[in-house]
């Protein structure tokens, strides 16, 4: 690196002009974000076009570079802090998580090993504590933290096969899948893609899963699950991406046992039903699983990104995901990298336990059922609007009608144009349908009911088109 350079870089550590400018930058944003357009307007979409430039032959300007992210990269970015983002299933953020965040951003620790960050390490011994204790899982259960539920269900799923190979004398690690024992894989046909996507990846094949219908709700038929045996990976669902259905855990959670089958309970979001007294009963028999992954970014309402696998026995996720190497110095006290497939991970650790620390645990109860509430008050609204609700709403999902595909689809377009909200469709049980996903903090109940306008003066134009 010259001089030159290296002195700018200095510079700007010392006098923190472009940090000065992010965080007015910031400030604005924040400010504008409670009332400006959901989704970005054609013409902040259009002024995307300042970013297609040639790379650079020298180097830039730190506040050049930031004045042109926040001219054209704000007004082009979803308003997911506001209250009105009901789409995929995409928490807000809590204030104090980003004050956090950005603190530690200076930090800029990787995490893999306590010599790499006591602190972190530390943190993600005593955030591990509190998951077990909130969710009210077995004592004995281990977190890793990884960037979602994506990655959570495939280690959940890495630590299963680990252990189930392991029963029948295999070594999956050393020998692979060649001449292997077959283990069985047991899902609802309404598990999420990124279910099938683990089973993918770690080589069972979704063909070979024997899966199971699902009922109205879009609950696994507990009863069409057929016998199961200690070579059986059994993956549940707590939440349903769509309907927001929790499984049946405690009839099926004692014959896996029974039978010394692993559960796997993929909770991204419904797995903290758990933290709310009203709505616990949803979750009543997880602790008889043995891996849970879920996400801090959706209910939790952390930044991006931050997913959790607990595994209810350590040494299968740790032999499932040990690495080794000559210059890896594993320590006496907590290596992160044991529990997840990344060796370098960016230190999320630090939001995730501020969120919990902040909100404690009647604020993670309030949090929780307050967007079920919302949820509700959603359902309802709608349904005295004369819109159709497919689902219990049980959770924070809500699935909605018009009284005809065509009406539904259109409906839709009609309301992420408007700005004033925006929601994802979907299909459920052979229907177009609005997929409404209550999952922010800042969702107020006049957010809710301004929402539903829109919904009406959606569907008004649609009619008349
Ligand atoms: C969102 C979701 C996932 C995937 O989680 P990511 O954090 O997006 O990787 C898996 N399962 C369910 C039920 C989900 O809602």
Redesign the pocket.
């Known amino acids: 690196m010259t001089d030159y350079i290296r002195k700018r870089m200095f510079l700007e550590l010392q006098q923190k002009n472009a940090f000065d400018d992010a965080r007015d930058a910031a400030y604005a944003y924040a400010d504008a974000a409670l009332e400006r357009n959901v989704f970005p307007t054609p013409q902040a979409i259009a002024d995307l076009a300042h970013f297609d430039e040639p790379l650079p032959d020298r180097p830039g300007d730190a506040q050049d570079i930031l004045r042109q992210l926040d001219r054209y990269g704000s007004p082009a970015t979803v308003d997911q802090i506001g209250g009105r983002y009901f789409g995929l ?1 995409n928490g807000g953020v809590i204030p104090a998580t980003l004050a956090v965040r950005w603190l530690t951003d200076f930090w800029d620790q990787n995490t893999p090993l306590y010599l790499a960050s006591p602190v972190a390490s530390r943190l993600e011994e005593v955030t591990e504590g509190w998951l077990r204790q909130l969710l009210g899982l077995p004592e004995s259960s281990v977190a890793g933290f990884v960037s ?4 959570s ?1 495939f280690c959940g799923l890495a630590a299963a096969r680990q252990r189930n190979f392991a029963r029948l004398g295999w070594d999956i690690n050393r020998s692979g899948f060649i001449d292997a024992p077959r283990l069985r894989v047991v899902a609802s046909q309404q598990a ?1 893609g ?1 279910v099938s996507k683990a089973i993918a990846l770690l080589g069972f094949g979704i063909d070979n899963v024997e899966w199971i219908a699902a009922d109205g709700q879009g609950r696994i038929e507990t009863d069409a699950v057929p016998p199961l045996d200690a070579s059986t990976i059994l993956v549940l ?1 707590a ?1 349903n ?1 769509n309907s927001g259905a929790f499984d049946d855990f405690e009839s099926l959670g004692r014959r896996a046992r029974a039978a010394d089958a692993w559960v796997h309970v ?1 909770g ?2 419904g797995l903290w039903a758990a933290a709310a007294a009203e709505l616990r009963h949803l979750t009543n028999g997880i602790e008889l699983a043995d891996s849970w992954s879920f ?1 801090g ?2 209910t939790l309402n952390t930044p991006y990104d931050s ?1 959790v696998i607990m595994c209810r026995d350590r040494d299968a996720l740790v032999n499932a995901l040990h690495a080794a190497g000559a210059y890896i110095t594993y320590s006496e006290q907590r290596d992160g990298m044991l529990h997840t497939p990344e060796m370098s991970r960016r230190s999320r650790i630090f939001e995730l336990w501020a969120a919990l620390k902040y909100l404690g645990k009647s604020g993670i109860d309030d949090l929780v059922y307050g967007l079920h509430l919302r949820a509700r008050q959603f359902a309802g609204e709608l349904e005295h609007e004369g819109f159709e609700i497919l689902n219990d709403v049980v959770f924070n999902q809500v699935l909605v009608a018009c009284d005809s595909d065509a009406e539904t689809e259109q409906t839709i377009g009609l309301i992420q144009q408007s700005g004033e909200c925006w929601v994802g469709g979907t299909a459920w049980r052979q229907r177009k349908v609005i997929r409404v996903s209550v999952c922010s903090w800042a969702t107020t109940a006049a957010d809710v009911s301004r929402s539903v306008r829109a919904f009406v003066e959606a569907r008004s134009v649609a009619r008349s088109n």
């Open positions: 299933v979602g539920s994506s990655l269900i999420h990124t669902q939440g991406v993929d991204a979001f996400d970014h959706k997913g």
